[in-house]
């Protein structure tokens, strides 16, 4: 069986290696006989998986013993509540950087909050205006020296702007939604306060939510709230304070140990940046066929976005792209154009396959 080219944008591209053990131990796990996914969450087999995963993402990211590795449900749009339920205090309030439309739905969620709870959500500084095409310098910044956290996205997965250097927001705990750059590379969790993502880019199927917070911020937390909504509970318990998306994290450790024989973050991050660059450089050498919105120093190693001469060849080049092989292609509904995900797991052939495919398509249609 040929597996098409797979540029979507999430859930996306899984490694073949990660998938073929999963085959492979579907209806054996370990010689138990059962599969992975009838296990108790309790019981032996399933736990070793389940600290292997967290232990190999300690590893990859060298997260420091201050932090605790989470893997919760509800996708990063639970996120966006929870964060502000737990550390947005009435009468207190929050910085949002907003980006790109994830940044500013995390806002929204967060405002929903402080208007139940008699706080602020404040806007701390946006790109919207210029039409989410570049990422917002901390100097412009309008911040509160007494914000609870600052949220900001390190990537925008619609408008393909990215934080390719973490940036520091004054002095407040950062908060940042990783969805979709999660593991590009090796970033430092050391500025950060807490760090979110939904696991369907980068490191494993949809259902879990991965989440590194330091101790003492999640212990700031507030505490009246049912214990299945506050970050403290599912810490002490390990992530298994209910029945976690067992198979869902069995293929987390599935992905983090192919990153490991990768060669870890770096080499993936090599991998990345020789992906994006290709791409980027066919779009900036098609004598302006291909555009690209976003500025230079913003511009996504991980969603690459860019427009044609008009919506007709868009969809031209969508469906003979389809026909070519190659799927994922067509830009979020709410920004048009073309949107190539160049996750983790995107094999650097397949962006020589596409780069190849836009020269006879420009040259055909141009
Ligand atoms: C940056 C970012 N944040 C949040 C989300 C929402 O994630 P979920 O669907 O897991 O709630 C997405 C989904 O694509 C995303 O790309």
């Not at 049912?226 to 992905?255: D, W």
């Amino acid at each position: 069986m040929r597996r098409p080219i797979n540029f979507n944008a999430g859930p996306a591209t899984l490694p073949l290696p990660a998938l073929e053990r999963a085959r492979a131990e579907l209806l054996d796990f370990d010689g138990t006989g059962l599969s992975v996914m009838e296990h108790s969450h309790r019981g032996q087999a399933y736990e070793a998986v389940h600290n292997e995963a967290i232990a190999l993402l300690r590893e990859l990211l060298s997260i420091p013993a201050e932090f605790d590795v989470l893997f919760l449900q509800g996708g990063a749009s639970m996120q966006f509540a929870l964060v502000p339920m737990s550390f947005l205090p009435v009468g207190g309030s929050a910085d949002h950087v907003v980006t790109g439309a994830w940044s500013e739905k995390a806002h929204q969620e967060a405002a929903a909050w402080a208007g139940i709870a008699g706080a602020r959500a404040r806007v701390a500084g946006s790109t919207k205006e210029s039409g989410f095409t570049r990422v917002l310098r901390a100097d412009e910044a309008q911040l509160d020296p007494a914000a609870a956290y600052v949220h900001f996205a390190t990537n925008e997965t619609i408008h393909g702007v990215q934080y390719l250097e973490t940036p520091t927001f004054g002095r407040a705990p950062q908060v940042s939604d990783m969805s979709s750059d999660f593991l590009w590379r090796k970033v430092d969790v050391a500025p950060f306060s807490l760090v979110y993502g939904g696991a369907q880019k980068n490191i494993g199927p949809s259902g879990v939510t991965v989440v590194l917070a330091r101790k003492a911020f999640l212990e700031r937390g507030r505490k009246d709230l049912p214990k299945i909504l506050q970050y403290r509970t599912h810490a002490e318990a390990n992530s298994l304070l209910n029945t976690p998306p067992t198979f869902g994290i069995y293929l987390v450790r599935n992905v983090l140990d192919w990153i490991k024989t990768c060669g870890g973050l770096d080499a993936i991050e090599a991998r990345n940046r020789a992906k994006a660059a290709e791409l980027y450089g066919a779009v900036d050498a098609s004598a302006g066929f291909y555009r690209s919105p976003v500025e230079v120093g913003s511009r996504s190693v991980m969603n690459v976005v860019f427009r044609l001469p008009t919506e007709a060849l868009e969809t031209r080049f969508v469906e003979e792209a389809g026909r070519a092989g190659m799927l994922g292609l067509k830009g979020h509904r709410s920004a048009g154009g073309i949107r190539v995900s160049l996750y983790n797991a995107v094999e650097p052939e397949w962006v020589t396959v596409l780069v190849s495919f836009m020269k006879d398509f420009a040259k055909k249609a141009g």
